[in-house]
């Protein structure tokens, strides 16, 4: 892996900053992740229900081929969808996954909880994926502090990540905490509310004292919490903007200005299943 910031889980070095996939068809999947690992980015999020499992093993072979960087320095992240929680259409999709990319995962996470088939069969399949080989790391997404904690109660290895909405407009207190207690890791998705931070002025204030944009600011946030962040963008310029976050530091009344607009109907993306719940952080 190269030289930067990064979290440290279990002796698995997973970088900080990473570049996420959702939503960009296969040219824009192709081209943008050649472009951020030109730029530097070593981490590249997708899933299988994005389709683009196969554009995105393009970008990596084309940035391969021009040198940017070797596969060991990439930290790769893919997802298994809720339809394939069964053992066998587990094993089946990871399999899938890992031809589709052309490379084997690093990390491979159940995309959100279900209540069907049972946990410990899910959890014990991911393991068996990982026992094949078909991953190096498992762990899991969009899952509220309790079954967080009942997944890795199941789990024979390490879950590593718990990949879940987070930028400024959320509150995610109890599940930073829950993830320090499992010595495991928070990555966030749409770490840049999906674009709206751009026009936020608390963040563009600060911004301005930095020279940084309202976007940058709100990357650094995340990772001076130690929390992985994902943009994604199908702009280039977007790309190395975002990248750009790793010669400034926000001061602690900074941080405490950004984690001050949490709100209590911040949350952008709320498709779990309705027998779950989110954290009560609002209490
Ligand atoms: N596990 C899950 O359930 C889950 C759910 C959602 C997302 N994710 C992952 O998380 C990644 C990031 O989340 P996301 O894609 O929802 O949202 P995001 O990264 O928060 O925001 C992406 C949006 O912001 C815009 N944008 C990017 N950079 C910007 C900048 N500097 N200034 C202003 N606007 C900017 C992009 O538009 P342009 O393209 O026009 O730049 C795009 O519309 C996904 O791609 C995916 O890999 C995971």
């Known amino acids: ?65 021009a040198g940017y960087l070797n596969r060991d320095d990439l930290w790769l992240t893919t997802k298994i969808w809720v339809d394939h929680f069964d053992r066998d ?62 997944a890795q109660e199941l789990s024979q290895a390490l879950l590593v990540t718990n990949q879940v909405e987070y930028h400024p407009y959320l509150k995610l207190t109890k599940l930073l905490e829950t993830a320090r207690e499992l010595d495991s890791s928070i990555t966030a998705w749409s770490p840049l509310a999906q674009g709206k931070v751009a026009d936020d002025p608390v963040l563009n204030e600060i911004g301005r004292a930095h020279g940084k944009s309202a976007a940058q600011v709100t990357l650094r946030w995340l990772i001076q919490q130690n929390v992985i962040a994902i943009p994604r963008t199908t702009k280039e310029s977007r790309a190395a903007e975002s990248f750009n976050i790793f010669d400034f530091e926000l001061s602690d009344d900074e941080m405490q200005r950004i984690f001050g607009l949490a709100r209590p109907d911040g949350r952008l993306g709320d498709w779990i299943d309705p027998a779950f719940k989110w954290d009560e952080e609002w209490a």
């Open 1 to 65: 892996m190269t030289d930067q910031p990064a979290i440290d889980v279990e002796g698995y070095s997973i970088p900080l900053l990473g570049f996420g996939t959702w939503m960009l068809e296969s040219d824009d999947a192709r081209r943008m992740v050649t472009e951020a690992l030109r730029i530097g980015y070593r981490h590249i999020d997708t899933a299988w229900i994005y389709k683009n499992e196969e554009a995105v093993g393009d970008g990596i072979r084309d940035a391969l081929e």
């Open 89 to 150: 259409g587990l094993l089946e999709q990871a399999r899938e996954s890992g031809l589709s990319l052309g490379f084997t995962p690093d990390l491979l996470l159940l995309h959100w909880p279900k209540t069907q088939p049972s946990l410990q069969e899910t959890i014990d399949a991911l393991n068996e994926a990982r026992e094949n080989g078909l991953t190096r790391t498992i762990g899991v997404s969009n899952f509220p502090s309790a079954e967080f904690r009942k």
